[in-house]
């Protein structure tokens, strides 16, 4: 089976299932959004979903709860809707007390049934957060995290992340974007850790998942960050990254596929 392992609402949805027919994926892990630049009819409005979503990258604007409640319900709501297409991760804030952090796993994650919780987008120095969310995560049956790796995240906040996973070893990591920049030091560090899984989209260069795939064939996800990036692109990249049809197995959504259903 072919899952592109992380990819955002679009809308309207039959877009988001065209893309994926024409790339051969049979399913998406689909995450919540309230940034949709596929909707953007010109160049002032694409600027401004972009600097929407700048904003939320790099953990300076989360939005009101209004947007937030929106957007979750958006995505729920999909996700159910299409059950043999899509695999949701659920959206939880950080920054919330421990209790409020738990109302709200349990209202956007484990009630609609949601296989996973992010995205997470941090900015740099917030890495400890995320704590609550591991130990909640590794309370209810162990669900995948899946972190914003790339900018504005710094080496040493890739690190600070890894440092905090050690403390929640049965809690599978999915560094999302391969860490940016740092992709090699990414690599080395997920080497060390097992239950760290290095997500593929976002790379700048096709020698990132291709020494992911070389380094870690059995944690490595393939994925497409649509809209920002496309099913059939990511996907022919993982092909041109390696020969080897067992591996390719892998990558297209063997992996992800015993993440979701651990």
């Known amino acids: 089976m072919i899952?592109?392992?992380?990819?955002?609402?679009?809308?309207?949805?039959?877009?988001?299932?065209?893309?994926?027919?024409?790339?051969?994926?049979?399913?998406?892990?689909?995450?919540m959004t309230s940034v949709h630049p596929e909707r953007a009819?010109?160049?002032?409005?694409?600027?401004?979903?972009?600097?929407?979503?700048?904003?939320?990258?790099?953990?300076?604007?989360?939005?009101?709860?209004?947007?937030f409640e929106r957007s979750a319900q958006e995505h729920i709501k999909i996700v159910q809707a299409y059950p043999a297409?899509?695999?949701?991760?659920?959206?939880?804030?950080?920054?919330?007390?421990?209790?409020?952090?738990?109302?709200?796993l349990q209202k956007?994650?484990?009630?609609?049934?949601?296989?996973?919780?992010?995205?997470?987008?941090?900015?740099?120095?917030?890495i400890d957060l995320l704590e609550p969310i591991f130990a909640l995560s590794s309370e209810t049956g162990n669900l995948p995290l899946w972190v914003h790796t790339f900018i504005p995240l710094?080496?040493?906040?890739?690190?600070?992340?890894?440092?905090?996973?050690?403390r929640y070893a049965s809690v599978p990591l999915i560094l999302g974007h391969l860490g940016g920049l740092n992709w090699i030091e990414t690599i080395k560090l997920a080497k060390e850790l097992p239950?760290?899984?290095?997500?593929?989209?976002?790379?700048?260069?096709?020698?990132?998942?291709?020494l992911a795939i070389r380094e870690l064939p059995e944690r490595s996800l393939f994925s497409?960050?649509?809209?920002?990036?496309?099913?059939?692109?990511?996907?022919?990249?993982?092909?041109?990254?390696?020969?080897?049809?067992?591996?390719?197995?892998l990558v297209l959504g063997e992996n992800m596929a015993r993440l979701v259903t651990r």
């Open 108 to 126: 956007y994650v484990l009630e609609p049934g949601m296989r996973g919780i992010g995205e997470f987008t941090l900015a740099p120095g917030q």
């Open 154 to 166: 710094t080496l040493e906040d890739i690190r600070a992340l890894i440092r905090l996973s050690q």
């Open 224 to 249: 497409s960050d649509a809209p920002y990036g496309n099913p059939l692109v990511a996907r022919t990249m993982v092909e041109q990254a390696t020969t080897d049809p067992g591996i390719r197995k």
């Open 85 to 104: 297409r899509f695999i949701g991760f659920g959206g939880v804030p950080v920054g919330l007390t421990h209790q409020a952090t738990a109302e709200c």
């Open 41 to 67: 009819s010109d160049l002032t409005a694409f600027e401004k979903e972009m600097a929407t979503l700048t904003a939320i990258i790099s953990g300076q604007r989360n939005g009101s709860q209004a947007t």
């Open 3 to 31: 899952i592109d392992g992380h990819a955002h609402v679009i809308l309207p949805v039959e877009q988001q299932l065209a893309l994926m027919e024409k790339a051969g994926v049979e399913r998406t892990v689909l995450f």
């Open 195 to 210: 239950q760290t899984y290095l997500d593929l989209s976002a790379t700048y260069t096709t020698l990132a998942p291709t």
